[in-house]
């Protein structure tokens, strides 16, 4: 029995033979007492504290399920781990068939031979998907492509290793037909984004380059996008070239693809004349005069043999929404730097008119006399309105 706010008092419980205080309980403001009635106590011996009673039932038919179970244990473990086995497959079943995926041919040789090669993701986001072809054979191991920004170049090296992991773990890959070769590892240095770690992007880079260059074998594929571009140029040309000669000095060297927009590697100073390096490029529909109207240009993102020298940043530039006064800008700098003549500060004439019209203000503020002068026709003079 409860009663709120006040404890009754001993004269009341006299009077209330059958009641006897149990324990108070407080709610906020609210105080509750609790007492012991003859029904209560009739009501407990019947029916006792039936939600303990509740939770040891629980817990005893849980444990005895436990119990039961673990007996099972190796059939379950079997039929759950044969379930995600069947999941994995008919997900790349699935996948395969609805994106037009070809069975991939593996062999021993250290080759890769891709036709028309696509990109399992980026061919999903966007209209119309240019394939490639790869042939990466005994000579022309090392392929170097360079190419304007937004070409291609990085989706390309990407969906190689792509179609050469997923022909490994037992899918279908995205292309007309693709042989691979047994690859023990991809090592890829692309430039990473991990905020995690405490390093700066271009160290980052050196590391994996170093785990590349130590422990690649001929069987590995080997990824390098724009390694050396986060120093200084000539830093980066001699640590890029210094790796690609690493690669050349081998007997077999592994399967190398290098994008780079670090076009002093093309001098013949840099690298040597072999068969096992080949140039490759991302074609460009446009002129080949740099100082072009950005406009006129078309990526094709079309893997051609080859180089280019140029990266058409402006149009890439143009591309991502930059606004059109400052692409001309860049434009005119380009010009007049590649012709050796000195840059012009920029003026602009909105910009000067105002300038002068601070100046003025200035010129008559420092004129004004601050004890005789009129301070209403001063303003007035200074904001005209």
């Not at 170097?144 to 990085?154: A, F, H, L, Q, R």
């Not at 004349?273 to 490759?280: L, S």
């Amino acid at each position: 029995m409860c009663i709120f706010e006040e404890k009754l008092d001993e004269m009341a419980l006299e009077r209330l033979e059958d009641f006897e205080y149990a324990f108070s309980d407080t709610d906020g403001e609210m105080t509750s007492f609790f007492y012991h009635t003859a029904k209560t106590r009739e009501l407990d011996d019947l029916l006792g504290d039936i939600h303990h009673k509740i939770l040891d039932m629980e817990r005893a038919i849980i444990r005895d399920l436990i119990i039961h179970i673990l007996t099972f244990s190796a059939h379950l473990l079997k039929a759950a781990n044969f379930a995600a086995e069947l999941d994995c497959f008919l997900s790349l079943a699935l996948v395969a068939r609805q994106n037009n995926y070809v069975r991939p041919t593996l062999t021993e040789e250290t080759l890769l031979d891709i036709q028309n090669g696509r990109h399992v993701l980026q061919e999903m986001t966007v209209d119309t998907f240019i394939p490639n072809d790869t042939k990466i054979f005994f000579d022309g191991r090392i392929n170097i492509i360079t190419g304007p920004n937004y070409s291609g170049k990085s989706i390309y090296v990407k969906q190689v290793a792509l179609i050469v992991f997923l022909s490994h773990i037992g899918s279908f890959v995205p292309a007309e037909s693709a042989t691979v070769g047994l690859t023990d590892r991809i090592f890829c240095a692309m430039g990473s984004k991990l905020m995690t770690l405490e390093q700066s992007t271009f160290m980052i880079d050196l590391h994996q380059v170093g785990m590349m260059l130590r422990q690649a074998t001929s069987k590995s594929l080997c990824l390098l996008d724009e390694f050396g571009k986060g120093t200084l140029n000539e830093d980066g040309v001699g640590l890029l070239g210094g790796a690609i000669n690493h690669f050349v000095a081998w007997d077999e060297p592994p399967k190398v693809l290098v994008c780079t927009h670090l076009t002093e590697l093309l001098s013949e100073n840099f690298l040597p004349k072999c068969e096992q390096i080949k140039f490759y490029t991302m074609s460009v529909l446009g002129s080949e005069d740099s100082s072009a109207d950005v406009e006129d240009l078309v990526f094709l993102y079309r893997l051609v043999p080859g180089h280019t020298l140029l990266s058409y940043g402006l149009h890439c530039a143009l591309l991502a929404g930059l606004p059109k006064e400052v692409i001309r800008r860049a434009a005119l700098m380009q010009e007049v730097i590649g012709n050796n003549q000195p840059v012009d500060r920029l003026c602009n004439e909105n910009i000067s008119a105002q300038d002068q019209q601070y100046k003025k203000a200035v010129d008559k503020m420092l004129a004004f006399d601050s004890l005789d002068g009129d301070l209403k026709a001063f303003f007035e003079d200074i904001f005209p309105s």
